[in-house]
């Protein structure tokens, strides 16, 4: 079945720093990949999304690209922000699934002044 | 549109008791899911409706577990005989059929708390 793996947090980094979170998956079908962001106290917000092989997603300077050949999909971003600091699930979805969105386990990102 | 709305935010209830939570989609969105998180892990699926049938429930909604979605709108999720191992954050999100792959757009969450 489908699956998501993500690596484990806690990542603690400074202002500015660049991150990088890894992400890879396994499916039977031709999946949809997405970054999901949960900011303390609040829902699940879509952050970015990729549904074909080498597509991009971007959104407030976070980007990830869309591997096939190495069915991955990490989340970068080149300079974090105080405000960054949440939790980041790595997710897919596809229609042998029944389009219903697998989710990773989370990783929580902690960004000091 | 407010969104995928999720009442009530928060349920304490006492250990055998049974739970209701309701999940109202966002307008025209026909495909509704729901999904259970706990504490430091994602959400897991556990139902996903398109319109009024429910197409497939995950091995997690044992049979103390309902939901239904009489009119292709709002859905409801029932615990009944709660155990302390319900306590989770149940979520609700919703997406449209049209296109394939679409994204699900989440509500709030329920957190269900069983003391």
């Known amino acids: 079945g489908n699956s998501v793996t993500q690596m484990e947090g806690p990542v603690t980094l400074s202002e500015e720093a660049f991150l990088t979170i890894n992400c890879t998956y396994t499916a039977t079908g031709y999946p949809s990949l997405f970054w999901y962001v949960q900011y303390p106290g609040e829902g699940l917000q879509l952050l970015l999304k990729a549904t074909k092989a080498d597509d991009k997603g971007s959104n407030k300077g976070f980007e990830a690209t869309y591997r096939k050949e190495t069915t991955s999909f990490h989340l970068e971003k080149g300079s974090v922000q105080v405000s960054d600091s949440a939790v980041y699930f790595c997710a897919l979805s596809d229609r042998a699934g029944g389009f219903k969105t697998i989710f990773g386990a989370g990783t929580r990102l902690f960004v000091k002044a | 549109d407010t969104g995928v709305s999720q009442n009530p935010r928060h349920k304490i209830t006492k250990r055998g008791q049974n739970v209701t939570f309701r999940c109202d989609p966002i307008?025209?969105?026909?495909?509704l899911y729901w999904y259970r998180q706990t504490l430091g892990q994602g959400p897991e699926f556990l139902t996903y409706?398109?319109?009024?049938?429910?197409?497939?429930k995950s091995r997690l909604l044992s049979d103390r577990f309902s939901a239904e979605r009489p009119k292709g709108s709002f859905s409801t999720l029932e615990i009944q005989r709660t155990e302390q191992g319900d306590s989770a954050m149940y979520l609700c999100?919703?997406?449209?059929?049209?296109?394939?792959?679409?994204?699900?757009?989440f509500g709030q969450g329920t957190r269900l708390t069983v003391v």
């Open positions: 409706f398109q319109n009024e049938a429910q197409l497939e």
């Open positions: 307008s025209e969105h026909n495909r």
């Open positions: 999100a919703s997406s449209p059929r049209t296109g394939v792959n679409t994204e699900a757009f």
